[in-house]
């Protein structure tokens, strides 16, 4: 029971962990996915900025 066969040696050691640098590639990446809605709001709010201050020197 305690004995591997090579297929189960082959599962072992594709899941076998990456260590720190795998970590932290994932920390890399949500945090860009949480900052990617949160960069449209401030693209949108410069661009309304720029808008008002357009309209502001016309008058």
């Not at 945090?31 to 357009?54: E, G, Q, R, T």
């Amino acid at each position: 029971m305690g004995r591997l066969s090579a297929a189960n040696e082959e599962q072992v050691v594709l899941m076998k962990p990456k260590g720190v640098g795998g970590g932290l590639t994932g920390l890399q990446t949500a945090s860009i996915v949480a900052a990617f809605p949160f960069m449209l709001i401030m693209v949108a709010m410069c661009v309304s900025l720029v808008k008002l201050l357009n309209s502001e020197r016309e008058k």
